[in-house]
């Protein structure tokens, strides 16, 4: 009786504890379900009308905010002042600065303001030889009065160091810094340095003033200095380590601007704004809290580079940036607590690799979808050893889990199989939603078309080109044969001398590949043998011209983890201006790199260079990149059908460095637009030594419109994707390379390419 | 007493509970899936009947990796047990002295894969060691993992790996045969190999079957080395069928897989019951 008891008092406990523990969950569950809000939110201000280029912003001693800029079309800078940001009202120099007096050299005038009304205004001018810069002062008070000073920093005669930046502080000092990033305060009278701040001697990645201090960021901590004292103060660990991460390996945003600004808060905190976002860091906190997520924001945009930023009294931010290298662009983000932390929606987009075309898409939906939060998972980073097969193999799991991606970016990825196994949607009627609105570059979204229907869309292509003399050019474009023929007959002529600029096996291989590969495909869906031998014969006879031995192999990367490598054909354009080469080709993708390919045929007119579609066989191919789809399994189709046409709209397109986008509207619109900030045709330059050791320099102009004409009439007339599956070019890299290096023989090197093909064809 | 030993049964059974819950969450549960998905298609999980074993047993792919597993097996198992039989015997034999070089055997399962893998391609890479050596001696060179040798490479690889485990058991089983039946046929003038082959062999049955069983089931385990080694696409004399489910399971082939794992099983099942079979009437 008395064990009965005991059991029933044990299990009426087992029970109240199951039940507590349920009603703890439902709890829990509740508290999930209540949405956190509040979170700062984006606008963008528009600029004054004919503001254009923004020189400098500066928040005035009483607030008020002032800007400076410069109309692009004329060249003549402005100064515009608003209370709150919103109403700009066009404002007065103290003198004139479009004058010939303040640029009396012809060089390029920067100005810079300080909060009192100072303006600093530098005339850079560069050496037409050396291309050494040198600057000009002229500081102009509030009354007007012009000062002209001399501001010299160490090294400038022995290593041609100069002033590159300047700023001042909150209390009207000036400082500049140099081109190793390191600060001086500047006598404002007698143009002498009084302070350094070097960060101790280690290499400065960005060093900036924010109010009473500057904030120096080295290699390997982030240094606050009193601005007063000198002094350092204490390192703090934990801003170190959170800038540091924010930055990674870069020092400068798009457009040559600081990777991270800072500000200092009113209550002695430091907030630093980043393309991650927004954060503050309290006077020796533990943590660094994230206030705006960048990823919701434009500060993502890799094209935009941000310049300045601020926070206003009522707590809100002002960034300032300039978008694309040419758009200046002024966002305000202020704190709405009615808005929710996070955004209610999520899409997932999965890419192997990250593509700065994918982040600006994201970017451009996010400011259009401000409910949605696109989660971009990217499969290999290259910084945890993850390989493209242990990639695919997770996604593969998760998919299978039904925790797959709602949109998929199939470069790398096998994508006949995916369509086959019913794993995509068809995006068909999207894409001719856009053909019809834009107009697209039809073999490009047909690459991948199946039975009549589109799954998976290429967004932006590149395209194998050669560029040489018009001989050579005319005469080996067509064939790889034909190319292996000029090659060596030019090497005949010219025995000792470079032919091709110097290319590593696989380098060789690599560019070959994308423009012969097409024809390599049997009717059956196998790879002709015969195709790959002459493939690795040709490439071995023009292998066989190098005059130098490689010093090291460079060890193959598969093609799909090289996006950013893919466009070569700049890199060996170079040696055709330097002489070190007769012919350069490789693979263009951007009207920015084609700006390369004209401007080598003005800056070498003697050799009359000309360019042409590096084709062979009886196709003409381009490399697809950013090859979008739909996964079928998603569960917002609406949202993911946005996603796609914001991928493949023509605003994606317009971005960066003019990538060839499969949308034909955005094409056209780039060969129309202005592609530099200041309205010059000239859009860069290089100086680079020649083979004689004579300094070359070559401007970078944007193509006249009958080469831009040239190029529309030749990407129209491509055909078929080169092969785009990992799995067949890794074995043609790796066995080629033996191959060309002589470890194996041209049959012993073909059977094992194909033994690893068929291989892979028969499962 | 009927009670009694109901009441026992009821106990054993919930000794054996838990682990039994745990075979059947983590592998016959699974299991079923997997033949469930035999019989449907990747993605779309659409019934397909045999489609999937259809497309299995006529895949090129898959022939070759099932002739070279079996391949791989049939040569690898038999010269495993004779060789660790015979360092067995030897040790056996050579009291204190053996007992501390047994442990030498053992040394290959300490070292991880990954550090193996490298001294593979050291040895076996076209200028490597091995190579090298050939060269010296005027021998002419061979590319040890783009050709049929890349098949020896393997087999060398799982011997050398699973030799001291094998070792081990045999030795475990020469312990347990008695002393004294050697002695008794020694004093009726029987030779050395009179013992070994009438005594010893006939003793180390039982063991041979556990023997064979886990060499079998370790002979899968070279894939880790073979993948390392040679990648997704080895020469074709070493393309097992590890590397076609590995594949498989990159390219989202749920359904190939699933057909394959199943016939795998069948024939699995079947090569153990044959030899359990075989092994009891030789017992018996």
Wanted: charged letters at 20%; proline letters at 3%.
């Amino acid at each position: 009786m008395k064990q009965n008891t005991k059991k029933w008092i044990v299990l009426a406990m087992a029970g109240v504890m199951a039940l507590m523990t349920l009603s703890g969950c439902s709890k829990a569950e509740k508290e999930k379900k209540e949405t956190a809000m509040g979170r700062y939110t984006e606008e963008e201000i528009k600029l004054a009308k004919g503001a254009g280029y923004l020189m400098d912003l500066q928040q005035m001693a009483d607030g008020t905010l002032r800007i400076i800029s410069m109309d692009t079309s004329s060249g003549e800078y402005q100064v515009y002042s608003s209370d709150d940001g919103e109403d700009w009202k066009q404002g007065e120099f103290p003198v004139n600065v479009n004058s010939e007096e303040l640029r009396p050299n012809g060089g390029e005038l920067y100005l810079n303001m300080a909060p009192d009304g100072e303006i600093m205004a530098r005339e850079t001018c560069y050496d037409d030889t050396t291309m050494a810069a040198s600057n000009y002062y002229h500081l102009i008070g509030t009354d007007g009065t012009v000062t002209d000073l001399t501001v010299s920093v160490p090294g400038s005669e022995k290593d041609g160091n100069e002033v590159n930046g300047v700023m001042f502080s909150d209390s009207g000092k000036l400082y500049v810094t140099d081109y190793h990033n390191v600060l001086y305060e500047v006598d404002k009278t007698t143009g002498t340095i009084v302070k350094t701040f070097d960060g101790g001697g280690g290499g400065i990645r960005v060093s900036t003033v924010t109010g009473s201090q500057c904030v120096l960021v080295t290699d390997s901590q982030v240094l606050c200095y009193d601005l007063e004292s000198g002094e350092p103060e204490k390192p703090d660990k934990v801003l170190t380590d959170q800038v540091l991460k924010s930055m990674g390996d870069k020092n400068n945003s798009y457009g040559g601007f600081p990777a991270v600004l800072f500000e200092k808060g009113r209550d002695g905190g430091l907030f630093y704004g980043c393309a991650d976002g927004v954060y503050y860091h309290a006077d020796g906190g533990s943590v660094c809290e994230q206030i705006i997520n960048g990823q919701l924001t434009s500060l993502a945009n890799p094209t935009l580079g941000i310049s300045k930023m601020f926070q206003l009294e009522d707590g809100s931010f002002l960034i300032a940036g300039l978008e694309n290298g040419e758009t200046s662009k002024l966002f305000r983000y202020t704190y709405d607590e009615k808005t929710p932390a996070v955004p209610d929606k999520e899409l997932t987009v999965y890419s192997l690799e990250d593509h700065s075309y994918l982040r600006q898409a994201i970017s451009l939906f996010q400011k259009a979808h401000p409910d949605t939060f696109v989660n971009l998972e990217v499969g290999v980073t290259g910084e945890d050893g993850v390989t493209r097969e242990d990639a695919l193999r997770t996604l593969n799991t998760n998919i299978l889990a039904g925790k797959g991606p709602d949109v998929m970016i199939m470069d790398g990825m096998p994508i006949d199989n995916y369509i086959q196994k019913d794993m995509l949607m068809d995006i068909t009627d999207i894409v001719q939603k856009i053909k019809k609105s834009d107009g697209m570059f039809e073999y490009v979204t047909d690459a991948y078309k199946t039975d009549g229907k589109l799954y998976a869309v290429p967004a932006k292509f590149y395209v194998p080109m050669i560029e040489g003399d018009g001989d050579t050019v005319m005469k080996s474009a067509g064939s790889l044969t034909d190319l292996a023929d000029r090659v060596e007959t030019l090497q005949a002529s010219n025995p000792g001398g470079n032919i091709l600029q110097s290319m590593s096996a696989e380098e060789l291989l690599k560019e070959l590949f994308y423009a012969d590969s097409a024809n390599w495909g049997q009717k059956d869906g196998s790879i002709s043998e015969d195709a790959v031998r002459d493939f690795l014969t040709q490439a071995d006879r023009i292998y066989n011209t190098r005059t130098q031995e490689e010093t090291g192999g460079s060890a193959y990367v598969s093609n799909f983890t090289t996006d950013s490598a893919r466009d070569t054909l700049t890199q060996y354009i170079m040696g055709l201006v330097t002489g070190e080469g007769k012919i350069g080709f490789g693979t263009l993708g951007a009207m920015v790199n084609f700006a390369t390919v004209t401007s080598a045929q003005e800056q070498m007119e003697q050799a009359e260079l000309e360019y042409a579609l590096l084709d062979s066989g009886n196709k003409k191919s381009f490399v697809p990149s950013v090859i979008v789809g739909i996964s079928s399994g998603t569960k917002q189709e609406d949202l993911a059908g946005s996603f796609v046409e914001t991928v493949l709209g023509s605003d994606t397109g317009t971005q960066g460095d003019y990538v060839f986008s499969a949308n034909k509207k955005a094409f056209d619109t780039v060969k129309k637009m202005q592609w530099n900030a200041n309205g010059a045709d000239e859009i860069g330059g290089i100086a680079i030594t020649s083979e004689e050791g004579v300094l070359i320099e070559f401007a970078i102009k944007k193509p006249s419109q009958k080469d831009m004409d040239r190029l529309t009439s030749l990407l129209e007339s491509l055909d078929s994707p080169c092969i785009n599956d990992a799995a067949i070019q890794d074995p043609v890299m790796e066995q080629g390379a033996s191959y060309l290096r002589g470890e194996q023989s041209l049959e012993d090197a073909v059977s094992n390419i194909m033994q690893k093909i068929n291989l892979y064809l028969d499962e | 007493m009927y009670n009694r030993k109901k009441r026992n049964t009821f106990r054993g059974l919930l000794f054996v509970l838990p682990s039994m819950a745990g075979v059947m969450v983590f592998i016959l549960v699974p299991y079923l899936d997997v033949v469930r998905r035999s019989f449907t298609g990747a993605v779309s999980k659409r019934f397909t009947g045999f489609q999937n074993y259809s497309t299995v047993l006529t895949n090129p792919a898959f022939h070759l990796a099932c002739k070279n597993t079996a391949r791989f097996a049939a040569v690898c198992i038999p010269i495993l047990i004779v060789l660790s039989l015979a360092i067995a015997v030897f040790l056996h034999r050579q009291g204190r002295w053996g007992h501390r070089l047994k442990s030498a055997y053992l040394v290959p399962m300490a070292i991880p894969a990954a550090s193996v893998v490298l001294i593979w391609r050291l040895v076996f890479d076209n200028h490597g060691l091995l190579n090298g050596l050939l060269s010296w001696l005027h021998a002419g060179t061979v590319n040890w993992m783009n050709t049929g040798a890349a098949f020896w490479v393997l087999v060398f690889s799982y011997i050398w790996k699973n030799l001291g485990y094998d070792v081990i058991l045999w030795i475990a089983g020469l312990g347990t045969i008695p002393e004294s039946i050697y002695e008794a046929a020694r004093v009726d003038g029987a030779g050395e190999w009179d013992l070994f082959f009438r005594i010893t062999l006939p003793n180390l049955f039982p063991a041979l079957y556990t023997i064979t069983v886990l060499s079998f089931l370790n002979s899968f385990k070279v894939f880790r080395e073979a993948y390392l080694v040679a990648g997704n696409y080895p020469d074709d004399s070493m393309y097992l069928l590890q590397h076609l489910y590995n594949n498989w399971f990159r390219d989202l082939s749920m359904d190939k897989m699933a057909a394959g794992a199943v016939l795998m099983t069948v024939v699995v099942s079947l090569l153990v019951l044959l030899l359990q079979k075989a092994w009891g009437r030789d017992v018996e």
